[in-house]
T-cell receptor, first 112, second 113 residues
């Protein structure tokens, strides 16, 4: 069983919808991450939170909005997405920024 | 900026045979290196890591990797593969601080019966 829990597992949404992806860990990790993974490609870093503060935003479009309400939770708010945003979205956490990252199973997102 | 190269996109190995997956990195200082495995539709599972010290590191599922600074390599090995090892394997590096992982393009491992 993964120690990083992501919900929902699958999400289909239209381009005008607003939805959120959720990620939760209870390992006491202080760094949390969002990655985007297209088919047959490696994960690409989107955002990094360190001690609940956004430390890295890899030039991600504003239609993706991250939020870290507390040290255990990480959200990714989605609005006005494009078909090319269809991908597997992976959440990860690590004790600190240079420690091994633990990944959730991801949310498979499809934009109609 | 750091980078990772995995030269082999696909590798086919017979069940019971030995395996070596190649990984080369580029990083200015001593890197933190990782191997992850991903089964279809799943997240990534950490196989092993190298931070410092002994250059031969042991991981889960019978995998090991050897760090060679002179060759900028961190190759993954397993003496005898099982059909359940078929998956995508990613080598990754992280710099100092909360930088996030930089992944190689991955190697797709196929196991022949």
């Amino acid at each position: 069983d993964t120690e990083v829990t992501q919900t929902p597992k699958h999400l289909v949404m239209g381009m005008t919808n607003k939805k959120s992806l959720k990620c939760e860990q209870h390992m006491g990790h202080r760094a949390m991450y969002w990655y985007k993974q297209k088919a047959k490609k490696p994960p690409e870093l989107m955002f990094v939170y360190s001690y609940e503060k956004l430390s890295i935003n890899e030039s991600v479009p504003s239609r993706f909005s991250p939020e870290c309400p507390n040290s255990s939770l990480l959200n990714l708010h989605l609005h006005a997405l494009q078909p090319e945003d269809s991908a597997l979205y992976l959440c990860a956490s690590s004790l600190t920024g240079d420690q091994p990252q633990h990944f959730g199973d991801g949310t498979r997102l499809s934009i109609l | 900026a750091q980078s990772v190269t995995q030269p082999d996109i696909h590798i086919t190995v017979s069940e019971g045979a030995s395996l070596e997956l190649r990984c080369n990195y580029s990083y200015g200082a001593t890197p933190y290196l990782f191997w992850y495995v991903q089964s279809p539709g799943q997240g990534l599972q950490l196989l092993l890591k190298y931070f410092s010290g002994d250059t031969l590191v042991q991981g889960i599922k019978g995998f090991e990797a050897e760090f060679k600074r002179s060759q900028s390599s961190f190759n993954l090995r397993k003496p005898s593969v099982h059909w359940s090892d078929a998956a995508e394997y990613f080598c990754a590096v992280v710099g100092g601080g909360a930088d996030g992982l930089t992944f190689g393009k991955g190697t797709h491992l196929i196991i022949q019966p």
